[in-house]
């Protein structure tokens, strides 16, 4: 059943990144970085497990925040990149070099409408994806991977 959201609130982003995390440890996945952004990119939460590296944080804003403002998911930026190479170029100039176009950035979607992203980094792009598709899922939201 699919909720409607207005907007992703602190409570909502807190428990989309408890259920990436119990995922995650469900699944034996690596130790993940999660970022939950609003719909204006804005980070509302950060969940960084033990032994993750360095660059980690900024991955996940990047997959969250390239999806949120692009409006694509970041596997239709990664396919988009194959393709248009130039264009995905200049868009990541134009972000400040924060644009990350691989999957693990999920567009969380309520009515139809973009209310923010998920990004996570840490284990393979398909399994950050995965992860994230089923903590929105979770809630009754609408992933939206690309």
Do not use: W
Not at 17 to 42: E, F, R
Not at 75 to 103: C, E, K, T
Not at 116 to 144: F, K, M, P, R, W
């Amino acid at each position: 059943m699919t909720k409607d959201y207005s907007e992703i609130t602190l409570d909502l982003a807190r428990e989309l990144g408890d259920l990436c995390l119990a995922y995650a440890k469900d699944k034996g996945m690596k130790p993940l970085t999660i970022a939950v952004v609003d719909a204006a990119g804005q980070l509302k939460v950060m969940l960084r497990q033990d032994g993750t590296s360095m660059l980690r944080p900024e991955i996940a804003q990047g997959k969250a925040r390239g999806a949120v403002g692009m409006g694509l998911g970041s596997r239709a930026l990664y396919d988009r990149a194959q393709s248009q190479p130039y264009f995905i170029q200049a868009m990541n100039a134009i972000a400040g070099g924060s644009l990350v176009p691989v999957p693990g950035g999920v567009l969380v979607k309520s009515a139809g409408r973009i209310i923010g992203a998920i990004g996570i980094t840490g284990d393979s792009s398909d399994n950050d994806e995965a992860c994230a598709v089923h903590a929105i899922e979770a809630v009754g939201l609408t992933a939206d991977p690309g």
